[in-house]
T-cell receptor, first 114, second 113 residues
Framework: DSGVTQTPKHLITATGQRVTLRCSPR?????VYWYQQSLDQGLQFLIQ???????AKGNILERFSAQQFPDLHSELNLSSLELGDSALYFC?????????????FGPGTRLTVT | AQSVSQHNHHVILSEAASLELGCNYS??????LFWYVQYPGQHLQLLLK??????LVKGIKGFEAEFIKSKFSFNLRKPSVQWSDTAEYFC???????????FGTGTRLTVIP
């Protein structure tokens, strides 16, 4: 157990819908990272927040957005869902905002868009 | 664009065999390098990382990796694998000072008892 929790574990929804994925970082960690893992694209970095502020952006679509709340949990919002958005979405947390800090990964949320 | 290549998609070994998983990256500047492991049904865990210094890095569970700058490689090795090493292994690279971690596509290792 990494100490990072993600809810829900599984999510099945239809195209065009909007979903919210939630991540609670390890106690004391200020950074939250979101990743998408799909069969064709592999594991891709989406976005990072540090202490409530966006710190880095990767291959995140405009239909996707994220935020980190004052209690440091984070939410990833996916809207206008397409079949290709079906993937495993991981959250990771770390103590600091640079990669020198180890990232601890959550168990992931499996999203299926039908 | 920066990329990470793991050429072995699936490796099958018998217990006690030696392991080497390849990882090559395309970025020409200074990089930080990582190997992560994902055991069946579990989350990703850090095996080892290289930032600077000795290019031979020791990680957990007897794994090591060698950074060869001239070859843009960071291969993972273990002299004698165990059944419990069955997992998926991901190499990851980040440019020094950046926050975008680029992952390889992963190598699935199956160890036969």
């Amino acid at each position: 157990d990494s100490g990072v929790t993600q809810t829900p574990k599984h999510l099945i929804t239809a195209t065009g819908q909007r979903v919210t994925l939630r991540c609670s970082p390890r106690s004391g960690d200020l950074s939250v990272y979101w990743y998408q893992q799909s069969l064709d694209q592999g594991l891709q970095f989406l976005i990072q927040y540090y202490n409530g502020e966006e710190r880095a952006k990767g291959n995140i679509l405009e239909r996707f957005s994220a935020q980190q709340f004052p209690d440091l949990h984070s939410e990833l919002n996916l809207s206008s869902l397409e079949l290709g958005d079906s993937a495993l979405y991981f959250c990771a947390s770390s103590e600091g905002d640079s990669p020198s800090y180890e990232q601890y990964f959550g168990p992931g949320t499996r999203l299926t868009v039908t | 664009a920066q990329s990470v290549s793991q050429h072995n998609h699936h490796v099958i070994l018998s217990e006690a065999a030696s392991l080497e998983l390849g990882c090559n990256y395309s970025y020409g500047g200074t990089v930080n390098l990582f190997w992560y492991v994902q055991y069946p049904g579990q989350h990703l865990q850090l095996l080892l990382k290289y930032f600077s210094g000795d290019p031979l890095v020791k990680g957990i569970k007897g794994f090591e990796a060698e950074f060869i700058k001239s070859k843009f490689s960071f291969n993972l090795r273990k002299p004698s694998v165990q059944w419990s090493d069955t997992a998926e292994y991901f190499c990851a690279v980040i440019r020094t000072g950046a926050n975008n971690l680029f992952f390889g596509t992963g190598t699935r290792l199956t160890v036969i008892p």
